[in-house]
């Protein structure tokens, strides 16, 4: 079974679009954002440590070296680890490609310590973590730092992180290196702007469902129109209003429409005109006949023109197409089928009834009596019995007609609705009549909006299965 992904209807697939561009967008612009947020937090966190170590050495600037690393000792807590050492830090082992932040970073210090203090400055990311408190041994890439102090090991904590390393000389030439740790992300989620992205969202959603629905209404109004002309070619005409296509669109309805229902009454007329005129000459040969004495001559021209005048009935109203100015009105399909089974008892045909309508169908009774009527004789002419089995649904009317006869090929099924096509080889009445039976009935269930459709029963004969579709109000 193959599983269909793409929606099928217009209103559907605009708002599937328009849904995904708008989740992309809103992706995209939060990507950004919590891009932007987090090198503003990493330049809020580098500002901090630079006014930090700024503040620290002005404060040991005038210290002798005793109270120096006293205050050192202080001060050397996580998350900056400070260092007095006499040998200078190859800033280039620390941070081989100086970036944006060690720029930043190193521009911040000079602003808050000066500059004609010397300064060397680097930034890098690694992952540090705790050794066991009884140790205090330095772990990772952190380890190799030769300046750290015994408090450095107080320092390490798990995750990804920051650090901020400078290496200041103060007046007397003593060195005091730095490394302030900070981690990546210092702050949650942005709850507020999620929830400001949902409410916008679903703001934009509300409003391009309503936006497609009213875009998209027009055509339902079309296909509804075009839906209910193959039902009612007189029906009112479409209202031409709403934006230019809308309008172009009905107005060109309409006149399609108008040119449709006068083609429509033209041949009525015509047809109408061929009926009266070909009835007269057959009447006119009946009536001859009976002047004949001749008793079997007689008996076989009237067989000849009772078929002439059936053909020329049955094309007729093949040629209209299943038109007529009957108005739809609700029909007892119940009673309609037991007029019909009591006129097929009267010739000697057997017709049984399973199932009732629960309600009555509305719908053109001369015409549902002659759809039912060509599908009953056509399964009394081949099987000689007839069963009737109807299907009320709260979505449909369902009548199935099953014969006992032979059947007809799969490859025949479809064919023997086209007009004046028989399976046998002769046009007598008594084997395949004029061919337009099926072929009537199929356009009266059409008419109604419904279908006609043959199959084949395992167990022999032919099932004729009717379908009228309920319409709801």
């Known amino acids: 079974m193959t599983v269909r992904l793409t929606p099928r209807s217009l209103f559907s697939r605009l708002v599937v679009v328009q849904l995904g561009v708008l989740i992309v967008a809103l992706l995209v612009s939060f990507a950004i954002h919590m891009h932007e947020r987090g090198e503003a937090l990493a330049q809020a966190s580098g500002m901090q440590a630079a006014q930090r170590i700024a503040d620290i050495v002005r404060l040991l600037e005038p210290l002798g070296s005793a109270e120096r690393r006293r205050i050192v000792q202080v001060f050397s807590a996580p998350p900056l680890t400070i260092s007095l ?13 100086p970036g944006a932040r060690s720029a930043l970073f190193g521009m911040m210090l000079r602003r808050f310590i000066g500059d004609e203090r010397p300064v060397a400055v680097a930034v890098t990311e690694s992952q540090l973590v705790v050794p066991p408190a009884a ?4 772990q990772g890439p952190m380890a190799h730092r030769p300046w750290m102090g015994p408090g450095a090991a107080m320092h390490f904590s798990s995750g990804p992180g920051v650090s901020f390393v400078a290496q200041v000389r103060l007046n007397d030439g003593a060195l005091v290196a730095f490394d302030s740790r900070q981690p990546v992300q210092t702050a949650g989620w942005p709850y507020r702007l999620l929830l400001s992205l949902a409410v916008l969202l679903a703001a934009v959603i509300s409003v ?9 209404r ?7 129109a075009a839906d209910e002309l193959g039902r009612n070619i007189n029906r009112a005409p479409m209202p031409e209003k709403g934006p230019v296509e809308v309008v172009r669109a009905a107005r060109a309805f309409n006149t399609m429409q108008q040119r449709l229902a006068g083609y429509l009454r033209e041949r009525a007329a015509t047809l109408a005109a061929m009926s009266h005129d070909l009835k007269t000459p057959v009447n006119r040969l009946r009536l001859r006949a009976e002047l004949l004495e001749d008793r079997e001559a007689k008996k076989k021209i009237g067989q000849d023109l009772e078929e002439m005048e059936s053909m ?14 009957e108005k739809p009105q609700p029909v007892d399909v119940n009673a309609l089928l037991a007029s019909l089974q009591g006129d097929a008892r009267d010739t000697g045909g057997q017709v049984t009834i399973e199932g009732t309508a629960s309600r009555p169908y509305v719908g053109r009774p001369q015409a549902l009596k002659r759809c039912l009527g060509n599908l009953l004789d056509n399964a009394l002419k081949y099987g000689s019995a007839a069963k009737v089995r109807v299907e009320d ?8 007609i099953h014969d006992r006869g032979p059947g007809i090929p799969e490859t025949e099924l479809e064919r023997v609705f086209e007009p004046f096509y028989r399976l046998e080889a002769s046009r007598s009445r008594d084997t395949g009549g004029t061919g337009l039976g099926l072929s ?4 009266i269930a059409r008419l109604h909006g419904g279908e006609l459709c043959l199959k084949n029963l395992k167990d022999g004969g032919l099932e004729a299965e009717l379908t009228f579709p309920r319409r709801s109000g």
Do not use: C, N
């Open 218 to 224: 027009p055509l339902k109004a079309l296909a509804d």
């Open 393 to 400: 649904r709260p979505d449909r009317l369902v009548v199935r």
């Open 208 to 216: 391009s469902m309503l936006a497609v629905r009213w875009a998209t």
């Open 440 to 443: 009537i009935a199929r356009q």
């Open 312 to 325: 020329i009935l049955g094309t007729l109203e093949f040629m209209r197409g299943g038109e007529t100015t």
């Open 85 to 97: 050492d006499q040998r200078p830090l190859d800033m280039q082992d620390l941070d081989p490609e």
């Open 135 to 138: 140790h205090k041994v330095p």
